[in-house]
């Protein structure tokens, strides 16, 4: 209890001095993956792995960067009471490995709009050791804020997004799945039109 009260209260700092220009809107997904590298010494070794995508349009303003690092909170938890308050057991610093803007595919000839969308991919990643735990890990990072041309949310400008994955329990070996293509803007209209025709022929 001690050191998670000690941990809300590192936040609460971090928070009160990190610039106002951090909490400008930009978000728009991501994703945490972790791969096993192995063990070293008594530890198990894994490459951890955070994908995030920001909106990039200069035009709409209050687009913040990406950030250098990002924090990660490794939790575990009470095997014999699974569903109480995890255990924070360390806090790793992913840091910016490297960044692209993602390119979107082309309109094809059923589209009569111009693309205009700014989508910019972040790449954060760290390997970290930990001791095999009857319990699991679980991977926690947490970002505000959301990018201010979400329309089905009230105020996505006020809203973070928690990127999550779970190492399972010793003694089992696991790797995450992670997506093999980057994600893109919008759907293609061709690709669309020819969902639907194969859809309502069948």
């Excluded at 490459?47 to 490794?74: E, H, Q, W």
């Excluded at 699991?136 to 329309?151: D, F, K, S, W």
Aim: charged letters at 15%.
């Amino acid at each position: 209890m001690k050191r998670i009260i000690l941990a809300l209260f590192l936040n609460a700092i971090l928070a009160f001095f990190i610039p106002l220009k951090s909490y400008a809107t930009h978000l728009m997904g991501g994703s945490m993956t972790y791969e096993y590298m192995g063990m070293v010494g008594a530890d198990q070794s894994y490459l951890v792995t955070l994908k995030i995508y920001r909106y990039c349009d200069a035009s709409a303003g209050g687009t913040a960067p990406l950030d250098a690092s990002m924090f990660l909170g490794i939790y575990n938890q009470d095997v014999l009471n699974p569903n109480a308050d995890k255990n924070w057991f360390r806090t790793e610093n992913l840091p910016l490995v490297s960044s692209s803007f993602v390119t979107p595919p082309s309109i094809g000839s059923n589209c009569s709009f111009t693309t205009t969308v700014c989508v910019e991919e972040g790449i954060f990643e760290a390997i970290i050791l930990v001791p095999p735990d009857p319990g699991g890990y679980h991977l926690i990072v947490e970002r505000c804020c959301r990018n201010g041309n979400i329309v089905n949310l009230s105020t996505p400008g006020s809203i973070g997004q928690t990127y999550y994955c779970f190492i399972p329990p010793a003694p089992i070996i696991n790797s995450s799945p992670q997506f093999s293509d980057i994600p893109v803007p919008f759907i293609l209209c061709r690709r669309f039109s020819i969902y639907h025709q194969q859809r309502y022929r069948s």
